[in-house]
């Protein structure tokens, strides 16, 4: 699938606007993912996996100023995993 960006949460690493690639294969901890919003399900947010366990994983943006994630929804559902990205095209 290609996701645009969205926001700034994960800069500086994509850009608002930056074209991921991303598939559904097995979500991977330090790798990052397109997920649904557990507070809003239609919307879908990129991520870093930090950690993942029996109860959920846990998920945080790399730019901590911008970013709304688990700090402060907590753990998501793995149910809620979309897909993990490969590259950014641009």
Avoid at 6 to 29: D, H, N, Q, R, W
Avoid at 41 to 55: A, G, H, P, Q, T
Avoid at 57 to 82: H, I, P, Q, W
């Amino acid at each position: 699938m290609i996701y645009r960006v969205k926001g700034k949460s994960m800069e500086p690493l994509y850009k608002e606007g930056s074209l991921l690639v991303a598939v559904k294969t097995a979500p991977l901890v330090g790798k990052d993912i397109l997920l649904r919003d557990p507070r809003e399900k239609s919307r879908i947010l990129l991520k870093r996996l930090v950690k993942m366990d029996s109860e959920g994983m846990f998920v945080e943006g790399l730019n901590r100023g911008m970013s709304t994630d688990s700090k402060e929804f907590g753990k998501v559902s793995k149910e809620n995993y979309v897909a993990r990205v490969l590259f950014r095209l641009w």
